[in-house]
């Protein structure tokens, strides 16, 4: 089994940044793609960002040129560097893990953190 813990949200004004990190325990060998969803009340679980193994990172177009997702092997953890941030990037943000090379990843699931963009 794999545990994933995020951290990193809080409240940030519009035009700022903030760093999200995914801790990973257990069996992170396992771990092929890690990504970053996020959810706002009334909407649909929205997938943010998308790191694989192998190839390259995937975004959101909403996100692109903003965000960028990465991962510490040596760490085994995952960060989500957000810049240029916007009230419409209000949201819980939560990481997942995949045991394939997956588009959106959904084997592992942390707690989610809030993040807040204030206007």
């Known amino acids: 089994q794999v545990q994933l813990v995020e951290s990193g949200g809080g409240l940030v004004q519009a035009g700022g940044s903030l760093r999200l990190s995914c801790a990973a325990s257990?069996?992170?060998?396992?771990?092929?793609?890690m990504g970053w969803y996020r959810r706002t009340p009334g909407k649909r679980r929205e997938l943010v960002a998308a790191?694989?193994?192998?190839?390259?990172?995937n975004y959101a177009d909403s996100v692109k040129g903003r965000f960028t997702i990465s991962w510490d092997n040596a760490k085994n953890t995952a960060y989500l560097q957000m810049n240029s941030l916007n009230p419409g990037d209000t949201a819980v943000y939560y990481c997942?893990?995949?045991?394939?090379?997956?588009?959106?990843?959904?084997?592992?699931w942390g707690q989610g953190t809030s993040v807040t963009v204030s206007s």
């Open positions: 997942a893990g995949d045991r394939l090379i997956a588009t959106r990843p959904n084997d592992y």
């Open positions: 257990g069996d992170t060998f396992s771990i092929n793609t």
């Open positions: 790191l694989g193994s192998v190839g390259r990172p």
